[in-house]
């Protein structure tokens, strides 16, 4: 039998099993949310628990074979390469911060998160590794921008020190603006039982599901994501206006073709986020549904880690010759040991 809790003049119906979400009084406490997920069809879920296990996998030991052959091998130890390697770093941190909360929860087919636990912590570390692969992304660029722009003075420019302010700076800035958001969604109320129609717990969505006044948390997401997002944009955008620039004035077609291809593996990199990205946000504010909006968010919260690894090792020549050195030295020990 429903029971009929008031707030404010407001009637709302609720189940028994529905109670323990709520406090009585003038403020609600909510200490649990319920991921939704994709589709709550039974015979759906093994296919989506395996689908979504196999590309975590393949995205964390794809990852994490980059970061072996970079670290393994000296030919590899350039400013390229170990952005490359946080790349790869942060890509596994990224996927790992929403796919086995999801994969668990299917496994054990609940829906639960807990609120100040999970939920915030998880939502922390996704803006946390969003933010740093924005930058990281525009530093690439930068990267890529002075070895062509400005090849002899390559090494002096782009010194350990640099790289190593480089991605301690992109590590503040997203640490800095992740915080500011999570500690914002921290005063917020909600009044309701709370599905969220998502895989994780996504800031917009949180926002939304909230009953108090969200103005403020509106206004600080719009700005930070115009300054944050918006910025590494145009930071790559002019930098690859100079590297084209540059390039168009090499005399040789052999000339263009080589700088050129030094820029190919992370140009397709940027080009696949950042259209993932966009598209995520112009389709859910076009459709206004939140199930479309998580479909889609997979692209880039879990497809593009996953297809990074494979455009590096495919279109840069460099890590295929590496790659194949790092697989030969297993085989070269067992040959030594049984020899």
Known sequence: MPIYVKFSHIIFPFTDSHLHYMETGNDTGISEFLLMGFSEEPELQPLIFGTFLSMYLITVFGNLLIILTISSDSQLHTPMYFFLANLSF????????TVPKML????????????????????????????????LLTVMAYDRFVAICHPLHYMVIMNPRLCGLLVLGSWVLSALHSLLESLMVLPLSFCTVLE????????????????????????????LAMLLAGGPFIGILYSYYKIVSSIRGISSAQGKYKAFSTCVSHLSVVSLFFCTSLGVYLSSAATQSSHSSAVASVMYTVVTPMLNPFIYSLKNRD?????MRFSEIPAKKWVIVLG
Do not use: R
């Open 90 to 97: 942060v890509d596994i941190c990224f996927t790992s911060t």
């Open 104 to 135: 668990w929860n299917i496994q054990t087919q609940s829906k639960v998160i807990t609120y100040a636990d999970y939920c915030i912590t998880q939502m922390f570390y996704f803006i946390l590794f969003t933010g740093l692969d924005m930058f």
């Open 196 to 223: 969220i129609p998502h895989f994780f717990c996504e800031l917009n969505q949180m926002i939304q599901l909230a009953c108090s006044d969200t103005f403020l948390n509106n206004m600080v997401v719009y700005f």
């Open 319 to 323: 890590i295929k010759g590496a790659l």
